[in-house]
């Protein structure tokens, strides 16, 4: 099921911008952004294991007090926040302008000045739209070929009851 075309690329998303671009709200409590970013990396990992790509999702943290950015790896996605004073723009124009070894990068972002800053050769951008649509068309695709596979009749699935029933000589020759 894995896509093998994309085994070299990389896609690196404007994590904020995702989520307020994507929802389209306005305001979010703390603890309803925190929720969201959660289902972005979760989203971002299950993508990342089907394309066979690697995934690099930033925050902007520029408000915060930390002076150092931070860094994890969580489900296999590389989750960046921006030290204070430094904004996800910028890790984003650095990681499309440093990551070499890639066929292709794509920069997840409905940011219009970021599309243009970072779009150069084997750079490509992805707006918000666009990779959602993705995300959700593989979603799909996916819960049909499990639906599928769970109601193909000549699947070799039977009950552990029915396994472990053993004929009648069988259980003659136990005595």
């Not at 994309?6 to 306005?26: A, E, P, W, Y």
């Given at each position: 099921m894995k896509e093998e075309i994309?085994?070299?690329?990389?896609?690196?998303?404007?994590?904020?911008?995702?989520?307020?671009?994507?929802?389209?709200?306005?305001r979010l409590s703390r603890g309803k952004i925190e929720y969201l970013k959660e289902k972005l990396i979760y989203d971002l990992g299950w993508y990342k294991n089907l394309k066979s790509c690697d995934v690099i999702v930033v925050f902007d943290a520029r408000k915060g007090a930390n002076p150092r950015r931070s860094r994890s790896v969580i489900d296999g996605v590389e989750v960046i926040y921006s030290r204070k004073d430094e904004t996800a723009d910028d890790i984003i124009e650095e990681i499309a302008a440093s990551k070499k070894g890639y066929e292709k990068t794509f920069v997840v972002t409905s940011d219009y000045l970021q599309q243009k800053v970072v779009f150069k050769k084997n750079v490509y951008r992805k707006?918000?739209?666009?990779?959602?649509?993705?995300?959700?068309?593989?979603?799909?695709?996916?819960?049909?070929?499990?639906?599928?596979?769970?109601?193909?009749?000549?699947?070799?699935?039977?009950?552990?009851?029915?396994?472990?029933?053993?004929?009648?000589?069988?259980?003659?020759?136990?005595k």
């Open positions: 994309d085994k070299k690329s990389l896609i690196v998303v404007d994590g904020h911008n995702f989520i307020f671009n994507f929802f389209k709200t306005g707006s918000v739209r666009e990779f959602n649509i993705e995300l959700r068309d593989f979603k799909k695709k996916i819960r049909e070929t499990m639906i599928g596979r769970r109601s193909d009749p000549r699947r070799d699935f039977f009950p552990l009851k029915k396994k472990l029933q053993m004929d009648e000589e069988t259980k003659k020759s136990d």
